[in-house]
T-cell receptor
Framework: DAGVIQSPRHEVTEMGQEVTLRCKPISGHNSLFWYRQTMMRGLELLIYFNNNVPIDDSGMPEDRFSAKMPNASFSTLKIQPSEPRDSAVYFC??????????FGPGTRLTVT | AQTVTQSQPEMSVQEAETVTLSCTYDTSESDYYLFWYKQPPSRQMILVIRQEAYKQQNATENRFSVNFQKAAKSFSLKISDSQLGDAAMYFCAYKVSARQLTFGSGTQLTVLP
């Protein structure tokens, strides 16, 4: 199994630009999670999906963030417009209910 | 709200020795899951071990074992025969049903040669 796949692994962009992060969960998993990790705030859940349906997006910082899961094998997290404070490592994780989550390698986002 | 507390921001252990990382949590649920994840410098979050709350027996995975005290809401991780590759940030995490993981703040483990 290839595990959770995230792309890109690194993204450097200028303030105001749109950023799209991508995730392919493990085949057969029915839950998908987006996390953000920073030194100041640690690991924060942004949003999670069960069977492609968003269940809890209360962690999404503001309207600049949006996430979609059009099918069971793909999800995107979009930031528009990006700001320097969005700089962080973004993780995608998937699981098969009710078991443990498996994380992707993360995307390191730098907004200048 | 559920909270997970890791009171040791940093720990160190001599290679081949044993170290225990502490974790406590707060919940009103009776059925839940607890996990330890490891994050080495590569940033990859790696599952180390899982414990179901309904199981009295402590989980074990090779050199890693837990001491699960449900009444005390305590879930410590013991690493035996520590190796240099065990050096990482270790996160304790809690989950109820299909909900998201709640993570502790992490313990940075250094393994001394």
């Amino acid at each position: 199994d290839a595990g959770v796949i995230q792309s890109p692994r690194h993204e450097v962009t200028e303030m105001g630009q749109e950023v799209t992060l991508r995730c392919k969960p493990i085949s057969g998993h029915n839950s998908l999670f987006w996390y953000r990790q920073t030194m100041m705030r640690g690991l924060e859940l942004l949003i999670y999906f069960n069977n492609n349906v968003p269940i809890d997006d209360s962690g999404m910082p503001e309207d600049r963030f949006s996430a979609k899961m059009p099918n069971a094998s793909f999800s995107t997290l979009k930031i528009q417009p990006s700001e320097p404070r969005d700089s962080a490592v973004y993780f995608c994780a998937s699981s098969l209910f009710p078991y443990e989550q498996y994380f992707g390698p993360g995307t390191r986002l730098t907004v200048t | 709200a559920q909270t997970v507390t890791q009171s040791q921001p940093e720990m160190s252990v001599q290679e081949a020795e044993t170290v225990t990382l502490s974790c406590t949590y707060d919940t009103s649920e009776s059925d839940y899951y607890l996990f330890w994840y490891k994050q080495p410098p590569s940033r990859q979050m790696i599952l180390v071990i899982r414990q179901e709350a309904y199981k009295q027996q402590n989980a074990t995975e090779n050199r890693f074992s837990v001491n699960f005290q449900k009444a005390a809401k305590s879930f410590s991780l013991k690493i035996s025969d520590s190796q240099l590759g065990d050096a990482a940030m270790y996160f304790c995490a809690y989950k109820v049903s299909a909900r998201q993981l709640t993570f502790g703040s992490g313990t940075q483990l250094t393994v001394l040669p």
